[in-house]
């Protein structure tokens, strides 16, 4: 099966582009991206993941203003064409590749639409190789490679509670592509049960300030070992133009992160937290985060119970759904992973950013024991 970016020098396999390296049904291409403006007044969160040993191309939108979330999801039969990124009324347009692009959500049966797009301040930068431990009776294994981009967003948003002006001034955000192997796709033949309960612990903190940006992501066991983690200092230009390529030079690689978590009673979520980057020079760097709002994350598929990524809903499906923020029960499963956007301080210095939080299962270090147990 050819298609057009077989005419491209960039193969990796003596197979098609079409034709992915992988077995795994667990395969994956997925474009993230979220907004958020400088207040804190709302946040929007956007998803679309190619599924290629699945057949499924999947999408969802989601923003949260005035107290509502609201939700579209949608997912096709994936086309054979790789650079047709649509599902429905939903598609993403490349402008220009790894710097400019257009995410448009047509007027359809949700009241959910939008057109916006990406303005880049930063070039893009990878995070280093993700690979999950692996077990015997493992049922979460990941393998991904992830790059992220700083950025404005412009364009409006409509809902069924009204339109959102999204002034590029005033919403930034980030873009997220990963790539690789991760739990997708409706579970198969689950053979033995585990003998282990499932653990997941992830933070993950860009930050915007005024002449730079911040990045800071890990993840660790379940007695606190941080098996991965990521940060950085990347510069910003007020001018795309000025961006000097794909990658900048002058990104500041950083020698390593800490956190340390105070969580709201009764949940997992953090009510306070403070990051800290150390430099090569022996430098530390701590960065208060005070959340104003937060939005879950099954609003774009994840641990969502219909919705989830990959699990196949026919050719063509898509559905809307809301929720009021304050009505939603912290403790249930489907709730545990949140972004929050976050006030952000260094001293008198005042940044803008997000708090992603996923913590399942137990974690020696903020003492939780099982599943889904809140801090006390």
């Not at 997925?30 to 007044?41: C, K, P, S």
């Not at 040993?53 to 949608?74: E, P, T």
């Not at 033949?189 to 933070?203: D, I, K, N, R, Y």
Request: hydrophobic letters at 35%; aromatic letters at 10%.
């Amino acid at each position: 099966m050819l298609t057009k970016f077989d005419d491209y020098p960039i193969h990796q396999t003596s197979e098609p582009l079409a034709v992915v390296a992988t077995t795994d049904r667990h395969a994956y291409d997925r474009y993230w991206f979220n907004g958020y403006q400088d207040d804190g007044a709302f946040y929007f969160g956007i998803g679309a993941g190619l599924y290629p040993n699945l057949g499924i191309l999947d999408c969802g939108f989601s923003i949260v203003h005035d107290g509502v979330q609201y939700a579209f999801h949608a997912s096709r039969r994936a086309p054979d064409e790789r650079s047709e990124i649509e599902v429905g009324p939903f598609r993403i347009e490349i402008l220009e590749p790894m710097m400019s692009l257009r995410v448009v959500l047509d007027d359809n049966e949700t009241g959910i639409s939008a057109d916006l797009l990406w303005i880049p301040r930063t070039a893009s930068f990878a995070e280093e190789f993700q690979r999950s431990r692996r077990t015997p009776t493992s049922r979460s294994h990941m393998e991904a490679t992830r790059f992220n981009q700083f950025g404005r967003w412009q364009g409006e948003i409509r809902t069924p509670g009204g339109s959102v002006t999204i002034d590029p001034a005033r919403v930034v955000g980030t873009k997220d592509r990963s790539w690789g192997i991760r739990p997708v796709g409706d579970p198969a033949p689950p053979g033995a049960p585990p003998l282990e309960m499932p653990q997941v612990f992830f933070l993950w903190a860009p930050i915007h300030w005024k002449d730079r940006c911040t990045h800071a992501g890990l993840f660790e066991n379940e007695h606190a070992v941080m098996w991965h983690w990521d940060a950085m200092v990347m510069p910003t230009y007020e001018n795309p133009e000025q961006i000097p390529g794909v990658e900048d030079p002058r990104m500041q690689p950083l020698a390593g992160v800490e956190h340390q978590l105070e969580f709201i009673p009764g949940t997992r979520r953090a009510r306070h937290a403070t990051i800290t980057l150390l430099d090569f020079e022996g430098g530390r760097t701590e960065i208060d985060l005070d959340p104003l709002l937060v939005f879950r994350m099954k609003g774009i598929g994840y641990t969502h119970p219909e919705w989830g990524h990959g699990k196949w809903k026919g050719e063509l499906a898509m559905a809307g759904e809301s929720w009021k923020v304050d009505e939603v029960d912290d403790l249930d499963l489907t709730n545990q992973h949140v972004q929050q956007v976050v006030r952000a301080r260094i001293g008198d210095e005042e940044g803008i950013g997000v708090l992603e939080q996923i913590h399942l299962g137990p974690h020696r270090r903020y003492g939780f024991k099982d599943l889904l147990g809140p801090a006390s």
